[in-house]
């Protein structure tokens, strides 16, 4: 079962709809969430969450990054 932490729309900063990068608050956030979102991936990967499943990708999406590469396959 998935905590609230690791669902970004319960936890992630969605207050930040308009990314400002020169902002350091806001590159601190989104950092913070990149880290979150490594930790879910790996919790999904224990959890076999995969596909629609998953709760990793929206911890980048939401900032329109991508995941190019997993280490765990």
Not at 27 to 52: F, H, K, M, P, T
């Amino acid at each position: 079962m998935a905590s609230e932490r690791e669902n970004f729309n319960q936890s992630g900063p969605l207050h930040l709809i308009n990314v400002d990068w020169r902002n350091e608050d806001h590159r601190r956030s989104i950092a913070a969430s990149l880290v979150q979102g490594v930790y879910v991936l790996e919790r999904d990967r224990q959890e076999n969450r995969q596909g629609s499943q998953a709760l990793a990708p929206p911890w980048w999406e939401f900032f329109h990054f991508r995941l190019l590469w997993s280490a765990s396959g």
